[in-house]
């Protein structure tokens, strides 16, 4: 017993003094050359291989990548960051949650010093507006839309006797109406759930869809916008319908309802096509891609931008002009499937000819690009992520039976007032 | 009459409890003690055994129903992936370290501080140990905002110095040292040392330590599990994935668009697996410290 | 407490002044102690009182806003909806396992018991299995559609539980991951007294007619009461903070559910702190909770006392 204490104690007594030799070692281990540096991403998207294609093309510039998590995660740990952290040299933020950021600019690089200005042209002024501040701060370089679409499983339509070929899908579903009608024929016949959820696959989509979200033209929050209620409303309306499978998006759940086909119809940007390929690669062939009904809007997309105390601010401004020039967005695209947000690539005839095997060959290059050309640019006002999620709060609540539909919208702007207004 | 008698000599003549039959009076022990206590004990087994079946299977293994319970062939190759999706080597030796220091720190620091407050006449002993005392009871959670700025002014965040040093100063284990040692450390054998003139330190080195190391060893092991398993602090200091420990690690894994749930369990059983390993080895002292110091306290 | 009546060093020696290191030694050995412990331990418990009476937004600026934050708290449905939360997940947690542990420690306390040591040790196990491995198990194990427990449960009623979204049920999930986390060292601090007890009590009881139950009250409780107090006291300081199991039940959320129905009181701090970004009203949750811990604790401190002066 007395030997094994001191061999305890010694043990000890190494683990403290290599401990704090660690400790003294972890802080030193910043980057080496001034061409390095670190970036922040979303799990989920495969930053990796970009990240791998830019060393592989660069070999004296090696890349700190970390994952952080989903978009929201990512922006958190950002925030946390910029009052009074590490803060990394290159960070990917996503469209929602950008306005907050654009609010105190003196947080990041404006990159017209670094040379914004002169690849401004290269992309869609409303997606680059999003990340202009109040005095002309250019804060981010949009890498991605989302674009809108619907992903629907040929397989299980047709066993519900639905057509299965794209445009008789797309002419079918044309706006939201006819889906909810279609939904419930399908749930009739087949005694299955339609779609996946309500909150994400119709509300989130519909309330992409018009001028305004949750925000109005002069920049104020808009409590009693018409377009929000409408997109609110289809949705509790798909909840009552019973054609929902209450399987909320990027659970384990959700992952499983897609490999096992718990549900035919699934909302997805381009981005999610990833998403699909991922969680359900069993499914692959049966899939097909429609137009979102109402036929344009757009979910999501992101931005690259450089905090103010990054260590190494050119060498992540390097990475940008490199990695978001026309022709590594069409690439980015081709193996991804991320819609681009420089211009010259929606007439791209690669773009536009792209098809998707896992989706049935799709033409999804075309499908996105045209969910795109009718998009009003609307303004994402500074807590637009906390409001959004106040409404799929308030939507899934109603799916749990835990407030009646009546009472969902007045729980949604009480919640909203009481996260926005405080 | 007479029975009730023989048997009252009986009981009075159990001296000591060395001296006590082993037999329980009622027999053998029956077959539903052992039924419930294994019940109980797969039960607290079963979570870790069902990890494994996911981990070695696959994704859909979790979902399946009816479930399943028998593990599959696959478990290299999960560990194989884990171990390139997030840096699970690293993150099991930051914890390691973490918690080690921890451990250790907690059992020296609170072993001769509580030496101090137990056996040592001091100015102001009886306030400064009430103020311990007084914050057993204050969450650790209270404090997370400003115990972040501080973090952060020290240049701290992200480095795991920045998770070490606010986890070594245990009140628990302050408390229980002194308790240790005030119950079974000889106030005569003291008095003889400093007659022989020996100094305190002397006196903690050659008697107070030898005593209540059991004890300290047992502390340091509870500071190391609970060091391991920490994960709010953790959580919010550490960034990187180099510094990650192994539960922000295996939350990690749980933290994106694509919910892989096969490697999810397999980081999870594999998060286990040293502290099971280091528990095969010290499991006994750990039960039998944490029944001494019942016992004691 | 334990008093020092001790041998006392002869009435000469003790005037004897102790040099002047000798004097300082004591706070020498409670100094990394005390420094780490007011850096780290009371520093920040004082600073977040002072926070408490700000408005800081970590991009922004702070404001001096007083009690204001504490006038917001005691009209927020959702405060009180955590503080809610918090007991009921408390006392979900609490009283099973106490009463498991105690049935546990008594069958392991049987004489003759074979396999003791694997027992104890097996008890052990989820003690030192991690907080973060548990839930995403957990999470696994009663998921509404695909989960093991849940579909167990439908071959004798039906319907599927979907656990997260009740209110009652997504606490009941929480429960079990501590009552199986805790209920093994639990048990085994209780077989500890129990095995402090002698024997001879038991058998003069037996002689003097004593069933079993009446040995059960009238020995076995009371002589555990100074370790039953310990364990109420540190489970509730500990079940109070809540924080892990919620968290990870709702993965992506800090919500715990859309209408916050298993969010405890920990968990909308961190909420509010470092996700709403609005440290100082995190910070006046933080003093709540504190107070709310202390109040609590009183409480069974006095009741499991004054329990022990009625006898």
Redesign the interface.
Do not use: H
């Given at each position: 017993m007395r030997s094994s204490t001191r061999v305890a104690a010694v043990a000890v007594m190494t683990l403290t003094v290599a401990g704090a030799l660690a400790g003294c070692s972890t802080k030193g281990s910043s980057e080496s050359s001034s061409k390095d540096f670190s970036f922040w991403s979303f799990t989920g998207i495969n930053a990796k291989a970009d990240v791998q294609a830019y060393e592989k093309a660069h070999p004296d510039v090696h890349i700190k990548l970390t994952e952080v998590g989903g978009s929201t995660d990512t922006a958190n740990e950002l925030t946390t960051a910029l009052a009074g952290g590490k803060v990394p040299d290159l960070v990917l933020i996503q469209g929602d949650d950008l306005p907050k950021f654009v609010q105190h600019p003196g947080n990041f690089v404006d990159l017209r010093t670094l040379g914004a200005s002169n690849i401004k042209n290269n992309y869609a002024p409303a997606i680059w507006d999003q990340s202009v501040a109040a005095d002309g701060q250019v804060l981010g370089v949009p890498t991605d839309v989302g674009g809108m679409a619907l992903s629907y499983r040929k397989d299980l339509f047709a066993a519900a006797g639905l057509p299965t070929d794209p445009d008789q899908v797309s002419a079918l579903m044309s706006n939201w109406q006819d889906f909810l009608k279609v939904a419930q024929q399908y749930t009739q016949k087949t005694h299955k759930p339609f779609i996946d959820n309500a909150e994400t696959s119709i509300f989130y989509q519909a309330v992409n869809q018009g001028s305004e979200k949750y925000y109005n033209s002069a920049r104020q929050l808009d409590y009693s916008n018409a377009q929000v209620k409408a997109a609110f409303d289809l949705a509790l309306q798909g909840v009552q319908d019973g054609i929902a499978a209450n399987l909320t998006t990027f659970t384990t759940a959700w992952s499983a309802g897609l490999q096992k086909g718990a549900f035919a119809v699934v909302a997805t940007p381009s981005w999610m096509l990833g998403s699909v390929r991922t969680n359900a690669p069993n499914t692959s062939g049966k899939w097909g891609v429609a137009k979102i009904p109402n036929g344009s809007g757009n979910w999501g997309g992101s931005y690259l931008a450089i905090p103010k105390r990054a260590a190494n601010p050119q060498a992540a401004w390097n990475y940008i002009k490199n990695s978001q020039s026309p022709q590594s967005q069409l690439n980015h695209f081709l193996t991804s499937g991320a819609l681009p947000t420089t211009i010259a690539n929606y007439s791209n005839p690669q773009l536009l000819g792209k098809t998707d095997p896992f989706f049935s060959d799709a033409p999804i290059g075309k499908i996105f690009t045209e969910s795109i050309v009718g998009l009003k640019s609307f303004y994402i006002g500074p807590d637009s992520a906390q409001i959004g999620t106040d409404y799929l709060s308030a939507i899934q609540n109603v799916e749990n039976k835990k407030i009646p539909a009546s009472q969902a919208w007045s729980s949604a702007q009480s919640a909203i007032k009481r996260d926005v207004g405080q | 009459m007479a029975e009730?008698t023989a048997?009252?000599q009986r009981?009075a003549a159990?001296a000591t409890?060395e001296t006590?039959p082993?037999?329980?009076?009622l027999g053998?022990?029956p077959w539903w003690?052992y039924a419930?206590?294994g019940f109980?004990?797969s039960?607290?087994?079963f979570?870790?055994y069902?990890?494994f079946v996911?981990a070695s299977t696959n994704?859909?293994a979790?979902?399946?129903?009816?479930?399943r319970v028998v593990p599959g062939g696959n478990f290299a190759h999960m560990v194989g992936v884990v171990f390139s999706t997030v840096p699970f080597a690293q993150s099991i030796l930051n914890s390691?370290?973490?918690a080690?220091?921890i451990?250790?720190?907690q059992?020296?620091?609170?072993a001769?501080?509580g030496?101090?407050?137990a056996k040592?006449?001091?100015r102001g002993?009886n306030a400064?140990f009430l103020?311990?005392l007084l914050?057993?009871?204050?969450?650790?959670?209270?404090?997370?905002?400003?115990?972040?700025?501080?973090i952060?002014?020290l240049?701290w965040?992200?480095?795991?110095?920045g998770v070490?040093?606010?986890g070594?100063?245990s009140?628990f284990g302050?408390f229980w040292m002194r308790q240790y040692l005030?119950?079974t450390m000889?106030?005569?054998l003291m008095?003889a040392a400093?007659?022989d003139g020996a100094?305190?330190?002397q006196i903690?080195w050659r008697i107070a330590f030898p005593i209540v190391?059991?004890a300290a060893?047992v502390l340091?092991l509870l500071g190391f599990?609970t060091a391991?398993?920490d994960?709010?602090w953790p959580f919010?200091v550490l960034?990187?994935?180099e510094?990650y420990t192994?539960?922000?690690a295996?939350?990690?894994l749980?933290?994106?668009?694509?919910?892989n749930?096969g490697l999810?369990?397999a980081?999870?059983?594999l998060?286990?697996v040293p502290?099971?390993f280091v528990?095969f080895f010290v499991?006994?002292r750990?039960?039998a410290g944490?029944?001494?110091?019942?016992?004691k306290? | 407490m334990t008093t020092t009546t001790a041998i006392r060093p002869a009435p000469g020696l003790a005037r004897i002044r102790e040099s002047l290191p000798e004097r300082f030694a004591p706070y020498a050995y409670i100094a990394p102690f005390f420094v780490l412990f007011g850096i780290f331990g009371l520093f920040p418990m004082a600073f977040t009182f002072v926070i408490s009476l700000y408005e800081w937004d970590p991009l922004g600026d702070k404001t001096f806003v007083g009690l204001h934050n504490f006038n917001t708290l005691l009209t927020d449905p959702r405060f009180w909806n955590a503080t809610e939360n918090t007991v009921s997940i408390w006392f979900l947690s609490t009283v099973p396992q106490l009463l498991i542990a105690l049935g546990l420690a008594h069958l392991l306390h049987a004489a003759r018991l074979r396999f003791a040591n694997f027992f104890r040790m097996s008890l052990l196990v989820p003690y030192i299995t991690s907080t973060a491995a548990t839930a995403i198990v957990f999470l696994q194990l009663f998921d509404a559609h695909y989960g093991l427990i849940t579909w167990f449960l439908t071959l004798f009623d039906g319907n599927p539980i979907n656990w997260l979204a009740g209110r009652l049920t997504s606490q009941i999930v929480i429960a079990v991951m501590i009552i199986w986390r805790w209920s093994g060292f639990t048990t085994l601090l209780y077989l500890a007294g129990l095995q402090s007890i002698p024997r001879e009590l038991y058998d003069a009881a037996s002689v003097d007619g004593a069933g079993r139950w009446r040995q059960l009250t009238n020995i076995t409780v009371p002589s555990l009461r100074p370790v039953i107090i310990f364990t109420i006291i540190t489970s509730t300081i500990g079940g109070l903070q809540t924080f892990t199991e919620p968290l990870l039940l709702d993965p992506g959320s800090t919500m715990c559910g859309p209408a916050r129905q298993c969010q405890t009181l920990t968990l909308y701090l961190y909420e509010q702190g470092f996700t709403d970004f609005k440290f100082g009203y995190g910070a006046a949750i933080g003093v709540a909770l504190f107070v709310i811990i202390i109040v609590l604790a009183a409480i069974n401190f006095a009741l499991s006392t004054r329990l022990r002066g009625a006898r």
């Open positions: - | 009730a048997e009252r009981v159990r409890p006590r082993r037999r329980r009076r053998r022990v003690v419930i206590l109980a004990a039960l607290s087994i979570p870790l069902w990890m996911v994704s859909a979790a979902t399946q129903l009816p479930p390691f370290i973490i080690g220091v451990g250790g720190g059992a020296v620091m609170c001769l501080a030496f101090a407050f040592l006449r001091f002993r400064l103020i311990v914050t057993m009871t204050v969450p650790a959670q209270l404090s997370i905002i400003p115990q972040y700025t501080i952060s002014k240049n965040v992200d480095t795991l110095q070490i040093f606010p070594l100063a009140a302050i005030a119950t000889d106030d005569a008095g400093r007659i100094n305190s330190w903690f190391r059991p060893f340091g599990v391991w398993n994960f709010l919010i960034k990187s994935p510094n192994v539960q922000i295996i939350q990690a749980q933290r994106s668009y694509t919910v749930l999810a369990m980081g999870s059983f998060s286990a502290l099971l528990f499991g006994r750990l039960v944490i029944m001494e110091g019942a016992f306290g | -």
